[in-house]
């Protein structure tokens, strides 16, 4: 059977992925950040997942106004590295989990979960940045990913309840595959942050402390903080943190935080990463 070892929760700021790209990591500005990533990438390469579940959002990238996917389930091959206006990111394609995913849209949708399938997408800095800042700048990524979008761009976003109850969902999925694979789900976005408008700038590391906390302590009630509260909070672009909820959500009732670090600023952005060991699955 095919189980979730753990959680991880990462911010996806673009310029992060930019710094590792022009190697710019151990100056001033970002070492602070990058130092804080080391612990994290040395638990992944130390559990050496066979497949990694990425819950990210499109930024306008594979997707527009035009079409716009509440929920989505890539089940390609593999995913090219979209070009977000300044050419593709140098970094590797990254292969995808076609059994796998095609098992969990089959069980998401025949339990409810109207997933859009996705047979082709290039992937932005959504999903690579998480896999740059956890793996580092690998020849190939160490595992093949399964990504799966939520619309945070255009409201109505899924609430912060709804995509937990997406992460059971997709912990039974998971569950219910044969094969023994060792499984990681990240839930990307956030922290605190807000791009545009006159708020442009904002960062609440008390908000940010607190939902750290409460997502190992309190999550189920975490998950049902209204989108006005990370507008009001967080800033308008906090509310991709509803993302992470699918990530806890997919994590049993009792899990173990074993590492966190959070920094401001990246770019205009809190940034975090925390890693969550399932102690149910144990
Ligand atoms: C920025 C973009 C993002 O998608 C994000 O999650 C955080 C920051 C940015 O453009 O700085
Ligand atoms: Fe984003």
New binding site residues.
Partial sequence: MARIIAGIGT?????IGVAMDKGLTATPYWDPLFKGYGPARDWLAGHKPDVAIIVY?D?ASAFSLELIPTFLIGVADEFPIADEGFGPRPVPVVKGHPELAWHMAESLILNEFDMTIANEMPVD??LTVPLSVTCGQPQEWPFPVIPLCVNVVQYPPPTGARCFKLGRAIRNAVESFDEDLKVVIYG???MS?Q?QGERAGLINREFDTAFLNRLTSDPQALSRLPHTEYMREAGS?GV?LVMWHVMRGALGDHVREVYRHYHVP????AAAIIVLENRSAA
Avoid at 266 to 269: D, I, K, L, M, Q
């Fill in positions: 911010s996806h700021v673009p310029a959002n930024h800095h959504g990307t976005g956030g942050h791009l672009e991709e990246a770019s205009n952005t």
